[in-house]
């Protein structure tokens, strides 16, 4: 039955990966936009309230559950609790899926944007130029195919061969670099004549604007960034060692995580207002408004091109671990290989994700409730399944598993971890209630 899994080699290698599955379109591509469509500053703080409590907590009982049981999300409840929680598990798989469907599609515009920006198709500072040229790429049927199919390939021929050598030797060195560069990008965009208008809208909140979408969305990117509520976690624990220190780990992962958040606010926000451009313009922001940035660093067009690619990486080892949760099932559940498994979801995947990027062109005209099957793709997986997802592992860790996954042969959290009761806490009660009542706001 056991299966020769792949181990991450130190703690240093596993933090970087799992922030390397944590860091990616979320932060820099969905979190400026949300932010801008949601009052700033005041989804900022309620995005880092959700991360810091609810999305922490079940980061832990993620990570242990999967180094308790070394196990895919399946097979990780199963062996922990025969019966109907191995549906939880069930219900990340299919996340997996659906998630990495749309988010392959902004993968293939990293890619597409990395080529424009090399053969200065973007050096303009024109931010509603700029906009056009956004709006008639992502709108034309063919090329976002072509790169959405470009973007699978590369994922897929990435996990083929496993997950020990390549994610976490890519990690090691582009992550550093990606970071870098944000900083360079947010030293040049806070000093925009005209940023100070976007400082203020990120970091002065106005609650008498707050609604209860602000709330749901909040909630559900903290479970999008983090890559919770669907297992991507608990398969990461499964190919940790018990060297590493879990509370100290997931601590990690979600401040880096965070971090590399409020960073991309800072360089794109400030942009937005000194370029005249309105923040809630929706998906494209960052595509729009990050060239215009470029325009005005000498070097321009080179920092363009690295940014890019350096982001399709940092999308690529997310695209990974979302995979990687499928590949895991079918390899450990169904008995497939792994060339076999990677083959066969990477290409459902890739065709799951044809109408989302379709609907941003020539099928814009099919909406449920104002939103097309990409808004609605999103939508269903960040703001219903990964936060119900959330509920289950939460109870789950806090009353089924619970006094398994402290400690095992394997390791769990550790019976040394000082604040096991208030961990506890948040998941037996505080997380279940609290996701249950937003998302039943929400509906
Ligand atoms: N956290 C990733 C990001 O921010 C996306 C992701 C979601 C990855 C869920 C895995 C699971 O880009």
């Given at each position: 039955m056991?299966?020769n899994r792949?181990?991450?080699g130190?703690?240093?290698?596993?933090v970087?990966?799992?922030?390397?599955?944590a860091?990616?379109?979320g932060?820099?591509w969905k979190?400026?936009?949300l932010?801008?469509?949601?009052?700033?500053?005041v989804?900022l703080i309620?995005?880092?309230?959700?991360?810091f409590?609810i999305?922490?907590?079940?980061?832990?009982?993620?990570?242990?559950?999967?180094?308790?049981?070394?196990r895919?999300?399946?097979?990780a409840?199963?062996?922990?609790?025969?019966g109907?929680?191995?549906?939880v598990?069930?219900?990340?798989v299919?996340?997996?899926?659906f998630i990495?469907s749309?988010?392959?599609?902004?993968?293939?515009?990293?890619l597409?944007?990395a080529?424009?920006?090399?053969?200065g198709?973007?050096?303009?500072?024109?931010?509603?130029?700029?906009?056009n040229?956004?709006?008639?790429?992502i709108?034309?049927p063919l090329?976002?195919?072509i790169y959405?199919?470009?973007?699978m390939?590369?994922t897929?021929t990435?996990?083929?061969?496993?997950?020990?050598i390549?994610?976490?030797?890519?990690?090691?060195?582009?992550?550093?670099?990606?970071f870098l560069?944000?900083l360079?990008?947010c030293?040049?965009?806070?000093?925009?004549?005209g940023?100070?208008?976007g400082?203020a809208f990120?970091?002065?909140?106005?609650f008498?604007k707050?609604?209860?979408?602000?709330?749901?969305s909040a909630?559900?990117h903290?479970f999008?960034?983090?890559?919770?509520?669907?297992?991507a976690?608990?398969?990461y624990g499964?190919?940790?060692?018990n060297?590493?220190?879990l509370?100290q780990?997931?601590?990690?992962?979600?401040?880096?995580?965070?971090i590399?958040?409020?960073?991309?606010?800072?360089m794109?926000?400030?942009a937005?207002?000194?370029?005249?451009?309105d923040?809630a313009?929706?998906?494209?922001?960052t595509f729009?408004?990050?060239?215009a940035?470029?325009?005005?660093?000498?070097?321009g067009?080179?920092?363009?091109?690295?940014?890019?690619?350096?982001?399709?990486?940092?999308a690529?080892?997310s695209?990974i671990?979302?995979?990687?949760v499928v590949?895991?099932?079918?390899i450990?559940?169904?008995?497939?290989s792994?060339?076999?498994?990677?083959?066969?979801?990477?290409t459902?995947?890739?065709l799951?994700?044809?109408?989302?990027?379709l609907?941003?062109?020539?099928?814009?005209d099919?909406?449920?409730a104002?939103?097309?099957i990409?808004?609605?793709?999103?939508?269903?997986?960040s703001?219903?399944?990964l936060p119900?997802?959330?509920?289950f592992?939460?109870?789950?860790?806090?009353?089924?598993?619970?006094?398994?996954?402290?400690d095992?042969?394997?390791?769990?959290i550790g019976n040394?971890?000082?604040?096991?009761?208030?961990?506890?806490?948040?998941?037996?009660?505080i997380?279940?209630?609290?996701?249950?009542?937003?998302?039943?706001?929400g509906?």
């Open positions: 056991t299966v792949g181990h991450f130190t703690r240093l290698g596993f970087l990966a799992a922030a390397g599955s860091i990616g379109l932060n820099i979190f400026p936009y932010a801008g469509e949601n009052g700033g500053a989804f309620l995005y880092l309230g959700f991360v409590t999305g922490l907590s079940v980061m832990l009982a993620e990570l242990a559950i999967g180094r308790t049981t070394q895919n999300p399946v097979g409840f199963n062996a922990l609790k025969k109907p929680w191995t549906a598990g069930g219900m990340g299919f996340a997996g899926f990495l749309f988010y392959s599609v902004v993968g293939g515009w990293t597409a944007y080529i424009k920006s090399a053969t198709l973007l050096a303009t500072q024109d931010v509603n130029a700029l906009g040229a956004f709006g008639g790429f709108k034309n090329e976002p195919l959405h199919a470009l973007f390939a590369i897929i990435i996990v083929v061969r496993g997950v020990d390549g994610i976490e030797r890519a990690c090691r060195i582009l992550m550093p670099l990606l560069l944000i360079v990008l030293a040049r965009s806070l000093t925009l004549p940023a100070d208008a400082i990120y970091l002065k909140p106005d008498s707050i609604n209860g979408s602000m709330v749901t909630l559900g903290a999008f960034s983090l890559s919770l509520g669907m297992g976690m608990i398969t499964s190919y940790l060692s060297k590493v220190n509370p780990a997931a601590l990690w992962v979600t401040s880096l995580d965070s590399i958040a409020v960073m991309a606010g800072f794109i926000l400030p937005v207002f000194a370029f005249g451009y923040p313009a929706g998906p494209g922001l729009i408004t990050l060239p940035v470029f325009s005005q660093i000498p070097g067009m080179i920092f363009g091109t690295l940014f890019f690619i350096l982001l399709a990486v940092a690529l080892t695209a671990s979302l995979i990687e590949i895991a099932y079918l450990d559940e169904r008995k497939l792994r060339p076999r498994a990677a083959i066969v979801s990477g459902t995947i890739f799951l994700g044809i109408p989302s990027s609907s941003l062109g020539i099928w814009s099919f909406t449920v104002g939103k097309n990409f808004d609605i793709m999103d939508y269903l997986a703001n219903i399944m119900a997802g959330g509920i592992i939460a109870l789950f860790a806090g009353w089924v598993a619970f006094p398994k996954i402290m095992g042969p394997k390791g769990g040394d971890f000082r604040w096991t009761w208030i961990w506890q806490i948040i998941c037996r009660y997380a279940p209630a609290a996701i249950a009542v937003i998302l039943i706001s509906l």
